[in-house]
């Protein structure tokens, strides 16, 4: 199975910062990429497929790129309502998850 | 609108059979390139991927779980469902079923688009 590393595991920030959380997979994914936040008691929300694609009605503060194995998503000029955990997850084999990284306001 | 909604049995004891349904609105499995997952989430962990189905009743299942899992569904009831067997205290989760996210890729892995609230299933004796 692929697997797939996220880093950093948590990190905090300020209100109006910018961002970034990265994904490496174990092998290249070909950009078969999603990336999901996940609130506190929540399920999981797409925000990204296809490695830079916006899901419908996600805000255009959020954005991914990337190839190969390294990926990442990036959050511009944070908003108290971004605090959550973001996982990425690979669909180029069988799916598999990154172990989330939690964004907490600094 | 698309939304999906999980029940399950909230509790059961270690080597029972775990069933779980999935009620889902908005789309319809017998839409050519449909299909629905499962993805469970031990307490403060991760995701794991355990099984598709899609509209023409094909199924995939993560290879490590694979044996224990069986995923169906009833198209006219708009219902999916998963069996896990011989529970133990490992599989206590909160357990999703979701809307894959392109039925273009047609029996490929996919991204989900949406996901159902979850259930918490809890393994104990």
């Known amino acids: 199975d692929i697997q797939m590393t996220q880093s950093p595991a948590s990190l905090s920030a300020s209100l109006g910062e910018t961002v970034t959380i990265e994904c490496r997979a174990s092998e290249d994914i070909y950009n078969g990429l999603a990336w999901y936040q996940q609130k506190p008691g929540k399920s999981p929300q797409l925000l990204i497929y296809?490695?830079?694609s916006l899901h419908t009605g996600v805000p255009s503060r959020f954005s991914g790129s990337g190839s190969g194995t390294q990926y990442s998503l990036k959050i511009n000029s944070l908003q108290s309502e971004d605090v959550a955990s973001y996982f990425c997850?690979?669909?180029?084999?069988?799916?598999?998850f990154g172990g989330g990284t939690k964004l907490e306001l600094k | 609108q698309v939304t999906l909604k999980e029940s399950g049995p909230g509790i059961l004891q270690p080597s029972q059979t775990l069933s779980l349904t999935c009620t889902f609105s908005g789309f319809s499995l017998s839409t050519y390139g449909m299909g629905v997952g499962w993805i469970r989430q031990p307490s403060g962990k991760g995701l794991e991927w355990l099984a598709n189905i899609w509209w023409d009743d094909d199924k995939y299942y993560n290879p490590s779980l694979k044996n224990r899992l069986t995923i169906s569904k009833d198209t006219s009831n708009n219902q999916a469902f998963l069996k896990i067997t011989n529970v133990d205290t490992a599989d206590t989760a909160t357990y999703y079923c979701?809307?894959?996210?392109?039925?273009?890729?047609?029996?490929?892995?996919?991204?989900?688009?949406?996901w159902g609230q979850g259930t918490l299933v809890t393994v104990s004796s």
């Open positions: 979701a809307r894959i996210g392109s039925i273009l890729r047609v029996y490929l892995p996919n991204w989900f688009a949406y």
């Open positions: 296809n490695a830079n």
């Open positions: 997850q690979q669909y180029y084999n069988y799916p598999t």
